[in-house]
C-alpha cells in the first residue's frame, strides 16, 4: 500500500464519521431479510428496497461520507499540507485517494446489496447488483472527491445533487437521468441481470460511456486544482 | 537537483545552499490587498520576518511555500517557480501556522511517512535523524494527540526537516509554547542556520525575534517596512519619539517648562490635557518630576501612549 493510501485509510477508520457508514447498509440488509422472511413478493418489495434504498440512498450516501473524507477532511484539518509538500505528483496523491474512496464504498455498499439482491431474486442479481454499484462507487467518489477541492462545502453540494438532482429531478424531468449516476448503476445491473425488478432510465451504453466519462473527467479536473491548491489567507 | 539528493543521501545537504527570491510580489483578495510590492532575497542562516498580526507574514509565507499564487511578481526558488511546482519540495520544508497533525499517528509514524512520501533511500534512518534532531526520541512511540502543543510543534518540525532541506519556512512556530520550549526551538533554528541552511520564521513578537535572528524582515500592513540587521532596526525603533498624555494641576505651565526641555520635541495642549513627543524615552521620564518640582506643578497622571507593537511598526513604515 502506498503511504498516501496508508494514511488515508487510517485517517478514514480514525475519524468518528466513519461510524455513520454501518447503519445504512445494515437496513438494507435487515428489511430484504424480514421481507423474505415474512414470504412478500419480491416484485412488491424488491423495487423500493434495492432500488428506493440501495441504489438511491446507501450508495450515494456512502460514497458521499468515503469520497468528501479522503481528501475534504484532510483540507478542513489542515493535514493535506504534509502530503502536498512532498515532491510528489499530484495525480500520485489523488489516484490512491480516489482508490481508497472507491474500494472502501464498494465494499460497503456491494456486499449488503448483494445479499439483497440474491433475496430478491437470484445469486446472479446480488452479483450483478454488486458489480454495478461497484462502477457507480468509483463514479461517485470521483465526483465528491472533485467536489471537496472545488468547495468549501462538499458534503452540502454533493447532498444537492444525489437528493434533488437524482431523487427528485430524476423521477419529474426524465432528461436529468442523462446526467444521473444512480441511473447508469440501474441500466448496468438490469443488463447483467434482467429481472424486472429494475427499470433503467437511460441505455446501457450510455450508461457505460458516462460511467466512465464521470470517473476520468472529474479524476482529471480533481489533479488539476490539488496542482493549484491554496491556503487560506491570514484570517487573525 | 541531482547533485542534492546524492548530497543529502551521504547526510550533507548543507554543502549545497538555496536562495529564495522574491521578486515585486503582490497578493490581493479582491479590493483588499494582503501583500503589496514586497521584494527579498533570503540566504542561508536565520531570517525573522517581523510583523503585526494581520501584516500579511502568513500570506507571503504561503506564497513562499507555492502555497498560493502571487497576484503579481514571482516568488523563486533557486530559480525555479514554487507555485504549481511540487519539486520545489526536495529542498523546502514547511511547518505552518495551523496546528495541523494527523493525531491518530504516533511522531515516529508521522515522521516515517514524510520520509516515504519523500522517497528517501533510508526512511527509517531520517526519520530516527529527524526526530534526535528535535529530541523527541523518549516520546516517539506515542500518540501525536497526546502531546502538548509544544511537542506536536517539534513533531511537525521533525516530519518537515526529515529530508534535510536547504530551506525551512516557519509560520509563528514560537505560538503556544513554553519558555523552556521556546528557547530549545531557538536553539534549533540557530543551529541549523549556523549549518548553512536557509531558515525564515514569522512572529509577531519583537524579542523572539531578538532572540534568534540577526536578520529581519519587518512587514507592515502587506509592505515591508525594514530589513535588514536586527539591532539597526532596533535602534530605529528605540529611538522613535515617545508620545505621553500628561495630566498635571496646570498642564499650561508645565508645557511652557517642558517645551524648553532638549528631550521633548514637541508639545500639545488640548482639553484633553498635555501631549507630549519626547525624543528620548529615558531623559524625559527623569526630568519630568524636577520640572514638575521646580514649577509648583503636581503631575497627575503620566501614560506612554505608543508602546503597542504595532505603533513600533507603523513609526518604522513612516520612517
Redesign the interface.
Known amino acids: 500500500m502506498s503511504?498516501?493510501s496508508?494514511?488515508t485509510v487510517?485517517?478514514l477508520f480514525?475519524r468518528r464519521r466513519f461510524l455513520l457508514l454501518l447503519p445504512l447498509p445494515v437496513v438494507l440488509v435487515l428489511l430484504a431479510v424480514l421481507s423474505r422472511s415474512l414470504g412478500v413478493d419480491p416484485g412488491e418489495w424488491g423495487p423500493p428496497v434495492l432500488v428506493g434504498l440501495g441504489l438511491a440512498v446507501v450508495l450515494p450516501v456512502v460514497a458521499l461520507i468515503v469520497g468528501t473524507g479522503v481528501l475534504g477532511a484532510e483540507i478542513d484539518?489542515?493535514?493535506i499540507?504534509?502530503?502536498?509538500?512532498?515532491?510528489?505528483?499530484?495525480w500520485q496523491i489523488v489516484l490512491p485517494k480516489l482508490a481508497v474512496a472507491a474500494g472502501v464504498t464498494a465494499v460497503t455498499v456491494a456486499v449488503p446489496l448483494f445479499v439483497a439482491g440474491m433475496l430478491a431474486d437470484s445469486v446472479r442479481l446480488g452479483l450483478s447488483l454488486a458489480a454495478a454499484s461497484a462502477v457507480g462507487a468509483l463514479a461517485y467518489s470521483a465526483l465528491f472527491l472533485a467536489l471537496s477541492l472545488l468547495t468549501r462545502r462538499p458534503v452540502l453540494l454533493g447532498l444537492v445533487y444525489v437528493l434533488i438532482w437524482e431523487g427528485l429531478l430524476g423521477t419529474v424531468v426524465s432528461g436529468t437521468k442523462v446526467l444521473s449516476i444512480q441511473q447508469y448503476v440501474i441500466a448496468l445491473a438490469d443488463r447483467l441481470a434482467p429481472t424486472g425488478l429494475l427499470q433503467g432510465g437511460v441505455s446501457v451504453p450510455v450508461a457505460a460511456v458516462m460511467s466512465a466519462l464521470i470517473s476520468v473527467g472529474f479524476t482529471v479536473l480533481a489533479i488539476d486544482r490539488l496542482?493549484?491548491?491554496?491556503?487560506a489567507?491570514?484570517t487573525? | 537537483m541531482t547533485t542534492i539528493s546524492a548530497d543529502q543521501a551521504a547526510g550533507t545537504p548543507t554543502a549545497v545552499t538555496s536562495t529564495l527570491d522574491l521578486a515585486g510580489v503582490s497578493r490581493w483578495y479582491g479590493n483588499v490587498v494582503a501583500v503589496n510590492d514586497v521584494s527579498m532575497s533570503l540566504g542561508p542562516g536565520v531570517t525573522g520576518l517581523l510583523g503585526p498580526n494581520g501584516a500579511g507574514k502568513t500570506t507571503l509565507l504561503h506564497m513562499m511555500a507555492g502555497f498560493l499564487a502571487p497576484s503579481r511578481g514571482a516568488v523563486s526558488l533557486d530559480g525555479r517557480p514554487t507555485w504549481r511546482n511540487p519539486d520545489v519540495y526536495r529542498r523546502l520544508g514547511l511547518v505552518s501556522e495551523r496546528e495541523a497533525v494527523h493525531t491518530f499517528l504516533t511522531a515516529y509514524e508521522f515522521v516515517l511517512a514524510s520520509a516515504k512520501l519523500h522517497r528517501l533511500p533510508d526512511p527509517a534512518g531520517a526519520a530516527r535523524r529527524a526526530i534526535a534532531l528535535v529530541e523527541m526520541e523518549a516520546a516517539q512511540d506515542r500518540r501525536i494527540g497526546t502531546y502538548s502543543k509544544g511537542m506536536r510543534q517539534r513533531a511537525r518540525v521533525a516530519a518537515a526537516l526529515v529530508h534535510e532541506p536547504q530551506v525551512l519556512l516557519l509560520d509563528e512556530p514560537f505560538n503556544g509554547m513554553d519558555p523552556r520550549q521556546r528557547l530549545h526551538m531557538m536553539e534549533l533554528l540557530h543551529r541549523l542556520g549556523d549549518a548553512g541552511r536557509t531558515i525564515l520564521f514569522s512572529s509577531h513578537i519583537l524579542e523572539e525575534v531578538e532572540q534568534v535572528s540577526g536578520t529581519v524582515q519587518v512587514m507592515v500592513a502587506g509592505r515591508l517596512a525594514a530589513s535588514g540587521d536586527f539591532r539597526t532596526i532596533r535602534r530605529l525603533m528605540t529611538n522613535r519619539p515617545h508620545v505621553f498624555t500628561v495630566h498635571s494641576t496646570d498642564d499650561r505651565a508645565l508645557a511652557v517648562a517642558l517645551i524648553a526641555e532638549a528631550s521633548v520635541t514637541g508639545v500639545e495642549l488640548d482639553r484633553a490635557g498635555l501631549t507630549v513627543r519626547a525624543g528620548d524615552y529615558g531623559a524625559f521620564t527623569r526630568v519630568l518630576p524636577k520640572i514638575a518640582l521646580r514649577e509648583g506643578v503636581r503631575v497627575r497622571q503620566l501614560v506612554p501612549q505608543d508602546e503597542s507593537l504595532e505603533s513600533v511598526f507603523s513609526y518604522l513604515v513612516e520612517a
Open positions: 503511504t498516501v496508508w494514511i487510517r485517517g480514525g484539518d489542515g493535514t499540507v504534509h502530503i502536498l509538500t512532498k515532491p510528489l505528483p499530484r496542482r493549484s491548491f491554496s491556503m489567507g491570514e487573525s
